[in-house]
């Protein structure tokens, strides 16, 4: 079903409005669902919509919550989200780290006691659509184990570097820790398909192609493998302990409904006009970025992509044609509706 952004974005207003999300905060997260859908990142977006208002419904997200800067400096501050949504403490936290860059070159801020944010580009796309660099990432429940281990030990956290590319918009780099999203599993599983070697492992921690051993107690993989765990690690450092909030597998499952996630993001900002002109720094990302897209190919490659440039194609395709929900997900989302009390979502073919 093809729904249009603006379809969306005030479906998803309506529903958080419902459930006294202020119209705000509301627009800003519904902002970043679409986003997601928008950029062909459907895995966040409105996809999390149901979960969100289930969490508020049941108070472990708060709709008003009483976000607190707890310390603040020319370049840094600590912000207490008290439970908000991610998206809502992640907006606030990212324009202050942008503020802090344009006036004393860098700016990071942390914040704890936030939620699920959504897709980590919708922040660093923030900066580097001002020209400057922004730098985002969060922990999350625990998904993976470390290299050698069993478990869901460390969480997928996801980070997304973005900076601008001159005529080409940005360069964004936005991506979870996992070699794949347990959606990609499920996806193969469901269609009897083997997995590649390396996707994921069994209960044992046993390497596995067959998608229901990973499914059925097994666990996903850094990627890169200890390169990935390592990443990860460093984000959970620099998010939870940062933040002396809590990390890995203290953190409860969005799904479990069982106590607030307690989740810390790092947002940073750094002025590139700090250290080279604009005008000069995107001459130079346009030469580099032109030398790349240029590069020999491996036969039967078409086009190299720069990194946030198939999703920014993706999004100027269907902010034309619209975003293509499946027929699950709109029963999903209609029947939220229903329970609402708000107008259903409505699309064409
Ligand atoms: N909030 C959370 O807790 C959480 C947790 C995990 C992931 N996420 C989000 O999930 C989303 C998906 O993450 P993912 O790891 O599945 O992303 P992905 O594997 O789809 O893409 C990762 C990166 O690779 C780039 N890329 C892909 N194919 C390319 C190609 N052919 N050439 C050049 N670059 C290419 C993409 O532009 C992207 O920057 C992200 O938005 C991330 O922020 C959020």
């Known amino acids: 079903m093809l729904v249009t952004s603006e379809q969306l974005m005030l479906f998803i207003e309506e529903a958080l409005k419902k459930v006294e999300v202020p119209e705000k905060d509301a627009r800003t997260t519904a902002e970043s669902l679409t986003m997601a859908n928008l950029r062909g990142v459907d895995s966040h977006g409105v996809l999390r919509l149901d979960t969100y208002v289930k969490r508020i419904q049941k108070g472990l997200v708060k709709a008003n919550p009483a976000i607190k800067i707890e310390r603040e400096d020319n370049n840094s501050a600590v912000v207490d989200a008290n439970d908000a949504l991610g998206q809502v403490a992640g907006n606030l936290a990212m324009e202050m780290a942008i503020e802090k860059a344009k006036a004393n070159t860098v700016g ?3 914040v704890k006691g936030s939620n699920h944010f959504g897709t980590a580009a919708h922040y660093s796309m923030m900066a580097s659509r001002q020209g400057l660099i922004g730098i985002v990432s969060s922990n999350t429940t625990a998904l993976m184990p470390p290299t050698g281990g069993i478990g869901k030990v460390l969480g997928n ?30 996806n193969y599983s469901q269609q009897n398909k083997e997995i590649p070697l390396g996707w994921g492992v069994d209960k044992d921690g046993k390497d596995t192609t067959n998608p229901k051993e990973v499914q059925n107690g097994g666990f996903l993989l850094p990627v890169g493998g200890p390169k990935g765990y390592g990443l990860a690690l460093i984000v959970e450092i620099l998010t939870g302990v940062l933040a002396n909030s809590l990390v890995g597998k203290e953190i409860k499952s969005m799904y479990a409904y069982e106590e607030p996630q307690k989740i810390s993001h790092i947002f940073m900002a750094i002025n590139v006009e700090s250290f080279i002109g604009l005008n000069d720094y995107n001459q130079r990302v346009e030469q580099l970025l ?40 709109m029963t999903e989302l209609n029947t939220l509706a229903q329970e609402l009390g708000v107008e259903p979502l409505k699309g064409g073919n």
Do not use: Q, W
């Open 108 to 110: 990071v801020v942390l």
């Open 157 to 186: 956290n996801p980070l997304s570097i973005s900076v601008p590319g001159g005529s080409c918009g940005e360069v964004t780099v936005d991506m979870a820790m996992s070699n794949v999203a347990m959606g990609k599993v499920i």
């Open 290 to 329: 032109h030398y790349i897209k240029n590069a020999d190919k491996v036969s039967g490659v078409e086009e190299i992509f720069i990194p946030g440039e198939i999703e920014k194609r993706c999004s100027e395709k269907r902010a034309k044609e619209g975003n293509n929900l499946s027929e699950e997900l």
